[in-house]
């Protein structure tokens, strides 16, 4: 490759560079119309802000154009500009020659020169931008942090509509600023917030709570405080009255409630107005942002085996089984764990014996969606057919079952299923004749 030495720029050119060396007062707009420049060195609280701590700390979605390196589309840190007048991260053109690409990333040039110029311009923009905008942050952060304190001692003494006025501004705090979550539970603002639960809460005020409580870190003492059964009730009663977004909020509060093993209680959850209630979120079609949180807790409840006949009687299992077909694939798997732990329990067994859309859903999702899921639809299907083998079993060949076995038989599956989807095709075989069994075994029923 030739080699030689471009003529020298005092201002380090390339990728929008400029011959300006004035101090840059409005940024956003330097960078609208293209305006490169020099700047002061950025200091905030007495240290000097890097650069690379900025832009992971700030995580923009948003950065301007001029800022990103075309190779890894992230900010550059260390711009250089090569003989074409194109810049890039000085890290990432130099892993692009080191593949033996000697040409320039955007234009697809040839190099003649692979100098690499400082665009020390460009740095100094770049350092400037983000410094504005993380000063920007961490004086909104201390600003939210004393608003918080300001806002516990307000709620300590308001009532009434000053009272929801004071937890909507303090909510609207907490979800937008990690200080401001910190300083509430720092200053002891979960046991306070936590108090308004009870059984006269009303669903304005309970709400509220909620959506506060959803967005701190809980101790296990504070769970403790709010796995009383007055506080549970109230939150299952704005689960039952709230907007999307409060019955969402409730049911992360249950889970989290949920994720302290060795002090939950049953009877805490054994609620019908709490079931009916994650069943009412689950067949909202008009919100399916509700479908995933609701069915993760209702797997979670579904572990305690006190409480699977009561979801069975509330009619779970054909509302579940009439949703699978318009759930998203990790909906569904959350579905069919749910229908399989039902199936343990005798009235569960008999509910999806009942339900004639039972085996034919389930054979349809064999090898359709993950292994998993097809796992949980054999184990429901064994469970049927065992349970009424002659019956279940003609009505599951005739479904195009022992095709869907064969082919998980043969598949990448792992061992244990393979095993599994073998009883179960033996099961099939010994309770239909063999004519009917062969001819239901053609493969093309399952291609179709």
Same mark, same amino acid.
């Given at each position: 490759?030739?080699?030689?030495?471009?003529?020298?720029?005092?201002?380090?050119?390339?990728?929008?560079?400029?011959?300006?060396?004035?101090?840059?007062?409005?940024?956003?707009?330097?960078?609208?119309?293209?305006?490169?420049?020099?700047?002061?060195?950025?200091?905030?609280?007495?240290?000097?802000?890097? @650069?690379?701590? !900025?832009?992971?700390?700030?995580?923009?979605?948003?950065?301007?154009?001029?800022?990103?390196?075309?190779?890894?589309?992230?900010?550059?840190?260390?711009?250089?500009?090569?003989?074409?007048?194109?810049?890039?991260?000085?890290?990432?053109?130099?892993?692009?020659?080191?593949?033996?690409?000697?040409?320039?990333?955007?234009? !697809?040039?040839?190099?003649?020169?692979?100098?690499?110029?400082?665009?020390?311009?460009?740095?100094?923009?770049?350092?400037?931008?983000?410094?504005?905008?993380?000063?920007?942050?961490?004086?909104?952060?201390?600003?939210?942090?004393?608003?918080?304190?300001?806002?516990?001692?307000?709620?300590?003494?308001?009532?009434?509509?000053?009272?929801?006025?004071?937890?909507?501004?303090?909510?609207?705090?907490?979800?937008?600023?990690?200080?401001?979550?910190?300083?509430?539970?720092?200053?002891?603002?979960?046991?306070?917030?936590?108090?308004?639960?009870?059984?006269?809460?009303?669903?304005?005020?309970?709400?509220?709570?909620?959506?506060?409580?959803?967005?701190?870190?809980?101790?296990?003492?504070?769970?403790?405080?709010?796995?009383?059964?007055?506080?549970?009730?109230?939150?299952?009663?704005? @689960?039952?009255?709230?907007?999307?977004?409060?019955?969402?909020?409730?049911?992360?509060?249950?889970? !989290?409630?949920?994720?302290?093993?060795?002090?939950?209680?049953?009877?805490?959850?054994?609620?019908?107005?709490?079931?009916?209630?994650?069943?009412?979120?689950?067949?909202?079609?008009?919100?399916?942002?509700?479908? @995933?949180?609701?069915?993760?807790?209702?797997?979670?409840?579904?572990?305690?085996?006190?409480?699977?006949?009561?979801?069975?009687?509330?009619?779970?299992?054909?509302?579940?089984?009439?949703?699978?077909?318009?759930?998203?694939?990790?909906?569904?798997?959350?579905?069919?764990?749910?229908?399989?732990?039902?199936?343990?329990?005798?009235?569960?067994?008999?509910?999806?014996?009942?339900?004639?859309?039972?085996?034919?859903?389930?054979?349809?999702?064999? !090898?359709?969606?993950?292994?998993?899921?097809?796992?949980?639809?054999?184990?429901?299907?064994?469970?049927?057919?065992?349970?009424?083998?002659?019956?279940?079993?003609?009505?599951?060949?005739?479904?195009?079952?022992?095709?869907? @076995?064969?082919?998980?038989?043969?598949?990448?599956?792992?061992?244990?299923?393979?095993?599994?989807?073998?009883?179960?095709?033996?099961?099939?075989?010994?309770?239909?004749?063999?004519?009917?069994?062969?001819?239901?075994?053609?493969?093309?029923?399952?291609?179709?």
């Amino acid at each position: 490759m030739p080699m030689f030495q471009p003529r020298r720029k005092d201002s380090g050119g390339g990728g929008g560079g400029g011959d300006g060396d004035g101090y840059i007062l409005d940024v956003e707009s330097a960078v609208k119309d293209g305006v490169l420049g020099g700047g002061a060195v950025a200091v905030y609280g007495g240290e000097k802000l890097d @650069l690379k701590k !900025m832009i992971e700390e700030l995580n923009l979605c948003e950065v301007p154009s001029v800022f990103i390196c075309p190779i890894s589309l992230e900010p550059m840190q260390d711009p250089v500009t090569l003989c074409t007048g194109q810049t890039y991260e000085r890290s990432n053109i130099l892993k692009w020659f080191s593949l033996g690409h000697y040409t320039c990333p955007t234009t !697809m040039q040839e190099l003649w020169d692979d100098t690499l110029t400082p665009n020390t311009t460009l740095h100094h923009l770049t350092h400037t931008w983000f410094s504005h905008k993380y000063v920007q942050m961490k004086k909104r952060s201390e600003d939210a942090e004393g608003r918080a304190s300001e806002l516990l001692a307000d709620l300590k003494r308001v009532k009434g509509q000053a009272r929801v006025q004071t937890l909507k501004e303090l909510q609207r705090v907490v979800a937008n600023h990690s200080t401001a979550r910190k300083t509430v539970v720092d200053e002891g603002g979960v046991a306070l917030v936590s108090s308004l639960l009870g059984p006269f809460t009303s669903y304005a005020i309970g709400s509220e709570v909620v959506a506060i409580l959803v967005n701190l870190s809980l101790t296990s003492e504070a769970k403790m405080s709010l796995m009383q059964p007055a506080k549970v009730s109230s939150v299952v009663d704005v @689960l039952n009255e709230g907007s999307i977004e409060t019955k969402i909020n409730c049911v992360r509060l249950i889970e !989290m409630l949920m994720e302290e093993e060795n002090d939950f209680r049953t009877e805490l959850v054994s609620s019908h107005s709490l079931l009916v209630a994650l069943m009412r979120l689950v067949r909202n079609k008009r919100h399916p942002n509700g479908h @995933l949180p609701a069915l993760a807790l209702l797997k979670s409840i579904s572990t305690l085996k006190e409480v699977r006949s009561l979801i069975v009687s509330i009619g779970a299992i054909p509302h579940l089984l009439e949703l699978i077909p318009v759930l998203n694939p990790e909906c569904v798997e959350l579905a069919l764990s749910v229908l399989d732990t039902l199936s343990s329990v005798p009235q569960g067994k008999q509910a999806l014996k009942d339900c004639s859309n039972t085996i034919p859903t389930m054979v349809k999702l064999l !090898m359709r969606i993950t292994e998993c899921c097809t796992d949980y639809a054999i184990s429901i299907l064994c469970s049927v057919c065992n349970l009424s083998p002659q019956e279940c079993s003609l009505r599951a060949v005739d479904a195009g079952l022992a095709a869907k @076995l064969l082919l998980v038989i043969q598949s990448g599956c792992s061992p244990a299923l393979k095993q599994r989807a073998a009883e179960l095709l033996k099961l099939c075989s010994l309770n239909c004749s063999d004519t009917i069994f062969i001819s239901k075994c053609k493969l093309t029923r399952t291609i179709q």
